[in-house]
C-alpha cells in the first residue's frame, strides 16, 4: 500500500514539531524569568524559588538540546548529503 508519507518521516515530521515547542516555551520562560530581576545597582540575595525556577529553565534547554540531537542524529534532519 502506497501512502503519501513514510512512517519514518512522519516521526521524524513529530520530533521537530514536539522539539520547537519545548524550545519555543522554554525561550519565552526564560526570558520571562530573566525580566523579572531587579535593575542593576539593586543587589539582594535571590530567593529559592527563583533559583528553583532557573534551574528548570536550564534543564529544559538541555533537555531541548537532546531532543534536537535525537533530530539530527536518528532522522538526519539539517545535515545535508553532499550530490
Do not use: C
Not at 524559588?49 to 535525537?70: F, H, P, T
Request: overall charge positive; aromatic content about 14%; hydrophobic content about 60%.
Amino acid at each position: 500500500m502506497h501512502y503519501l508519507i513514510s512512517l519514518f518521516a512522519l516521526a521524524a515530521i513529530v520530533g521537530a514539531v514536539i522539539f520547537k515547542n519545548w524550545l519555543i516555551s522554554a525561550q519565552i520562560s526564560r526570558t520571562i524569568a530573566y525580566k523579572a530581576w531587579l535593575p542593576y545597582p539593586a543587589v539582594q540575595a535571590p530567593l529559592l524559588i527563583l533559583l528553583s525556577i532557573k534551574a528548570l529553565l536550564v534543564i529544559a534547554l538541555l533537555s531541548g538540546n537532546y531532543l534536537r540531537g535525537n533530530l539530527v542524529y536518528r532522522y538526519h534532519i539539517g545535515i545535508y548529503k553532499e550530490l
